[in-house]
């Protein structure tokens, strides 16, 4: 079956649900075949522009790796420029594979409108606020005069100045993505917090803390130069492995020393036993110390417990994947739960969003973030918040956690009790905890639609413009 006839059918199908409301949707513009970095449908740049930015960009493709491109259309129309910016990054799905560092400038011309579009690698490098100032910066100002050259151009460079000042892997010098190209700073991240304590912790309980901590820093430095290819990348392992492990303590097992001054274990310090008022022989003084001792134990024992608890999470979050997020919500799936949006939103004029994330990005574990942080974070990158009504709703599922949250905008979280937004959170987490994805993302999408219905329902005959797309956002 071809993609005109799918596209068809799939418009048929929601055309049912929805009352016709959302047969628009089906005709949406198709995404161009990705032939040149520079894109242009609207004739708008000449051939000399377009080769000169096209020549900027590859060059800066050579130099840091990350491949960044532009596509002028006249419209984008029936979706917003959000929804089709996704649909053709996804389908170009530019930057190496290994990092995930492309990014898209999209331009509609005759809807006067930009957005640009970055891959998971560049988050932190172009936020949206980051992105939103080069566009209202840099572009805007650029096109109102009628310069659509120079402001692409100016975007193209303050965007790649971002860029450069991320630690991503450099470009191979035949051109190809790196497969593995050394070790990542992600890669030694995980390995100097996660495999160094575990190493630490069984070296120094067999080999005393001192010559434990060395044999872990000159283990760690090695290898950490052989994957890593570089000696100062080795040095610098080797270093922290030592402070981590023989400084800060962090792993160190230790040998239990044994005599009457008692020596110290996993890092508390020793019991004074003729310390306090009282003396040895008054009685009070060895007491207290050893009350004192026992808190610090269990003080540092909770310390211990949190950071593994960090550690395991952290590992979980790095293992889950794109392949899991398929397994638990395969395409059939995000398309039934796609049609259930499509088909609730033509009774009320809410709009809601699905988004569905196999872990949190790094920067979120080391900060040891919560998913609702996240979940936040997805409801502004998403523009959940950009209704006419305010009253956008986010569903944020992270696998990695079986976590669930709903974001709902102030139009209808200010109606709706706080103990009802929390009634549905509980189902959706019991369904998500035995594994019931699409099940407790459907009854949320019942959930929403019910609150929706009943504060913001359509009347007779009113339309609903349908402002955010309906198909899942999965990440």
Known sequence: MGPAVRHWLLGLLLALLSGGGAWAQAEVQPVPALAARVMDQTATLSAEQRAALEARLAAFEAEAGSQIAVLLVPTTAPEDIAAYAQ???DTWKLGRRDVGDGLLIVVAKNDRRVRIEVAKALEGAIPDLAARQVID????PAFRAGDYAGGLQAAVDQLAARIRGEALPAPRADGEPPLRQGLGWEDLAIFLFVGVPVAGAVLTAVLGRKLGSLVTAGGTGALAAALGGS???GIVAGVVALLLVGVIGIGAGGRRAHGRRGGFAAGVPPIIWGGGGGGWGGGGGWRLQLRRRRRLRRRWRLGELVMANRWLRLIRHRLFDERDARRALDDAALERLQQQVAASEAAHSGEIRLCIEPGLPLSYLLRDASPRERALAMFAKLRVWDTEHNNGVLIYLLLAEHAIEVVADRGLARRVPQAEWQRIVD??????????????LSEAIVAVDGLLR????????EANPNELPDAPFRA
Do not use: M, S
């Open 87 to 89: 649909r053709v990054a």
């Open 137 to 140: 910066r840099a572009i805007t």
């Open 231 to 233: 000696v100062v990348v």
């Open 427 to 440: 189902v959706l987490r019991t369904a998500c905890a035995d594994g019931r994805f699409e099940a407790g």
């Open 454 to 461: 009943q504060h913001f329902a359509l009347a007779d005959g």
